[in-house]
């Protein structure tokens, strides 16, 4: 009985493991270069793919940390744009370390800050954006998903 039981023990505890290594297969690494309240575009809410430094303009590069080439090399660099606003108080954060990964479309999870409604802040123009990198893989497309499960932004290859 006890053989039996040991057998048992193991055949739950490798089904288990195999079901972790699938959870962790459907996740991809992110994570954020850069943030800024003037680096996004004034075209809406988008996702841009950096895909050669050729592609970078002064409005990048001023904001990314040295050693782009090799960062392209080894991973993806996408822009996330909030658009334009008239005030302060937007800005994008990163939520986790982890993105998951269904179908070959990754979903980025993002912090997506907005003033309150009738808060007080300054007039001033912001186009706020995050630069986050991927594990290089191929992907048929990249979403962006806020703290609430709304989808902002799609980008498809």
């Given at each position: 009985m006890r053989g039996n039981l040991a057998a048992f023990l193991?055949?739950?505890l490798t089904a288990c493991a195999v079901q972790d290594a699938d959870d962790r297969a459907g996740e991809v690494g992110v994570r954020t270069l850069t943030s800024g309240l003037q680096c996004g575009n004034s075209k809406g809410v988008t996702i841009?793919?950096?895909d050669s430094s050729e592609e970078l303009?002064?409005?990048y590069s001023a904001l990314l940390p040295g050693g782009l080439a090799s960062t392209l090399n080894s991973e993806r660099v996408f822009v996330i744009s909030m658009g334009l606003h008239p005030t302060?108080?937007?800005?994008?954060?990163?939520?986790?370390?982890?993105?998951?990964?269904?179908?070959g479309v990754v979903t980025i999870p993002v912090v997506?800050?907005?003033?309150?409604p009738?808060?007080?802040t300054a007039q001033v123009i912001t186009q706020p954006c995050l630069i986050v990198a991927l594990e290089k893989r191929q992907y048929a497309g990249v979403r962006i998903v806020d703290q609430?499960?709304?989808?902002?932004a799609v980008w498809n290859k």
């Open positions: 193991c055949l739950v841009v793919e950096l303009d002064a409005r302060a108080g937007y800005r994008l954060n990163l939520a986790q370390a982890r993105a998951r990964l269904e179908h997506w800050h907005e003033p309150a009738g808060a007080i609430s499960g709304v989808e902002r």
